[in-house]
């Protein structure tokens, strides 16, 4: 009987170890793998129904991230000297994807780590200006999206694309040739749920004004403002700042930059606006969080 009972329980422990084989090929087969790898793919480190706007610190330039559960953008990729610190912040957040990579403008705090993000990173989409410029580290991006599989978007206004649930409308540049090289800037306003975002590169004045003209005073405002041209002066007219009417604003500027932005004017109108603002160059990496129905300044 003792026999019996043993070839019994390693006939059942036999059972079941079939069993959880099955199971485990039967879940991979209905895509139960696939969940996991998507997520780890994502990198998005949010929650599902949230999106977050990293405005990453990488000295006197611009890099701002947005991560959803099911996709990234990037907008603009700092400069040539921070490439490694934007590394390090994408590769903390598991970054491997990024759905759109936006890169405003051809100016080298914009673009200069354009190159280490398309080498290192997945990139479905890249979005610039049609704007003919020459330099190292211009020729070094193009370089590096004529080599990468990336479908290439030339900026256009009215232009919209949607990554997750958030919805992006491309404002400017509207101008066709502008003199000034910051006002080929790409201005993108986004949408997720009721709260809204506008992104403005470098855009100066000149642009301001065409945007203001092409488009209702209603449809520019926003919740949260990247204040263009790292707060100079040259941007941020009295007209626009009533238009757009943030609740919050972000520069990114430097520490001890040779060029004093932002320009105590421009913080005087943020001021007067009653717009709570906040700087790279003081408080480091900012971040925003919103359910599409609330945005908060994550500490």
Known sequence: MAKKRRRKNKSLKLIITVIVVLAAIIAGAFGINEIQKKSVQSGSQVADGEAMIHFIDVGQGDAILITMSEGNVLIDAGTNSSEDELKTYLDSLKITEIEYAVFTHPHEDHIGGADMVLENYDVNNILIPDYTYTSATYNRMIDCIEKENAKLHLAKPDMTFKVDDMEFFVLAPISQNPKETNNSSVVI???????????????????EEEIMARYTKESLKCDLLKV????????????????????????????????????????????????????????????????????????
């Open 189 to 207: 306003k986004a949408a997720y749920g009721s709260t809204t975002f506008m992104f403005t590169g470098d855009a100066e004045a000149a642009s």
């Open 228 to 299: 263009g041209h790292h707060g100079s002066d040259t941007s941020t007219s009295n007209e626009f700042l009533s238009s757009v009417a943030p609740k919050y604003a972000v520069m990114q500027v430097g520490v001890g930059n040779p060029y004093d932005h932002p320009c105590q004017s421009t913080l005087l109108k943020l001021e007067k606006a009653g717009v709570e603002y906040y700087r790279t160059d003081l408080h480091g990496d900012i971040v925003f969080v919103t359910d599409g129905k609330t945005l908060t300044k994550k500490d």
